[in-house]
């Protein structure tokens, strides 16, 4: 699939606005005392609390509290299982597409309950960075189970691309590693042990399994939350005097720089999502459009880069800016081996030439690093 442009968008003009299909945070949030809305992403926490608990610091008191969004008043949890949403509308909308499958009551905190088994599997197979959540894939399962026209979501699924056997092999090695690869089928029987449905059947079978594996893992679009972000741009919006905007912006500096150290990358709420619209958009290293999250919650949007004219493809890169700018070399081998394809944008069609080779200083960083940057690419608020 690919994405056109239907009229003239000038640069910085928002092209769209999407909502997923279905998405889920990550299991390892818990981990780091991350507080999410269990269905629409937005954080929980005040940006005050969000940088308190990043920095290790209680006391932390941030300037322009009136900058925040977040209305803890409005928060509301499942009375069953306690999990938290933002809203009555949030807890509501799960309420009806999935959480009366997947909730789990007093058995929340039970490891023999089914789904807990699941989850604990996948957290001991895919530690962080994570790029995609199995939780994904049971939303995706239970949204079915409980939907009246069963037929109209699996098409709705189905709208996302698909790959060739060999191609899911690749994208299971890369999502479980070499550790865990051989693992699949333990997870293939515990998501069948949960969630199993007649209507679905085919999705618990080894290779149904492993497609819809493969489909969440190359079209599941990773998303970022953050109230702390949140309240950094609404303080860059406000109109100060000089010393005072330079004193406001030299706080938030040095907040970064004690964060990092205290918390290193891990600033965000983080999960994934399945957005038509946005899968259709073909990867290029010199982008006409990029996504973001800056209303605090899973509403994508897709802004220009520049100007695009009306038919137009319009085009977003899967990789970060360090990565893109990198050898053709480098850059192809990254979306090889995390998305399996080779690169024919104009800017790598224009390098074909370029020698096949990769500078020492990118070759040191490539191993390490390639999956938190791309999780960071894909998650910017």
């Known amino acids: 699939d690919r994405l056109f442009a239907t009229k003239n968008i000038r640069k910085g003009e928002t092209v769209f606005v999407e909502r997923p299909v279905v998405s889920s945070q990550f299991l390892w949030n818990a981990l780091y005392n991350y507080r999410a809305c269990d269905h629409c992403l937005r954080a929980l926490e005040t940006a005050e609390e969000n940088a308190q608990r990043l920095l290790g610091k209680s006391s932390l008191v941030l300037p322009h509290p009136e900058q925040c969004s977040i209305r803890k008043d409005l928060h509301q949890q499942c009375p069953r299982c306690q999990v938290t949403y933002c809203s009555a509308e949030c807890r509501q909308a799960a309420l009806e597409q999935y959480h009366q499958v997947l909730c789990l009551g007093p058995s929340r905190d039970d490891p023999t309950h089914p789904l807990n088994k699941l989850q604990e599997a996948w957290r001991n197979m895919h530690y962080p960075p994570e790029t995609s959540s199995i939780m994904l894939m049971a939303r995706m399962v239970a949204t079915v189970k409980q939907a009246k026209d069963k037929e109209w979501w699996i098409k709705a699924f189905s709208q996302f691309c698909s790959k060739t056997a060999n191609e899911e092999e690749e994208v299971v090695h890369k999502l479980l590693g070499d550790k865990f690869k051989g693992q699949l089928e333990l997870l293939r029987l515990l998501f069948t042990e949960a969630l199993y449905d007649e209507h679905l059947s085919r999705w618990f079978t080894p290779e149904g399994f492993r497609s819809l594996f493969a489909l969440v893992g190359t079209n599941g679009q990773g ?159």
Request: net charge negative.
């Open 223 to 381: 998303i970022g939350t953050s109230s702390l972000s949140q309240w950094v741009h609404a303080c860059d919006a406000l109109d100060l005097p000089m010393l005072q905007r330079e004193e406001l912006d030299a706080f938030i500096d040095q907040l970064y720089k004690d964060i990092e150290k205290e918390s290193g990358e891990f600033l965000n709420c983080e999960g994934s999502g399945l957005y038509v619209l946005q899968s259709c958009c073909n990867h290029s290293c010199i982008p006409n459009a990029e996504t973001s999250f800056p209303e605090n919650n899973f509403l994508l949007h897709l802004t220009a880069l520049e100007d695009i004219e009306a038919g137009e493809e319009i085009c977003i890169s899967y990789l970060d800016c360090c990565q893109r700018e990198r050898s053709r070399h480098s850059r192809n081998k990254i979306l090889r081996e995390n998305y399996l394809f080779t690169c024919s944008c104009p800017k790598c069609l224009a390098q074909a030439d370029d020698a096949d080779v990769t500078s020492d200083e990118e070759e040191e960083g490539e191993g390490e690093t390639d999956d938190a940057e791309l999780e960071d690419e894909m998650t910017d608020v």
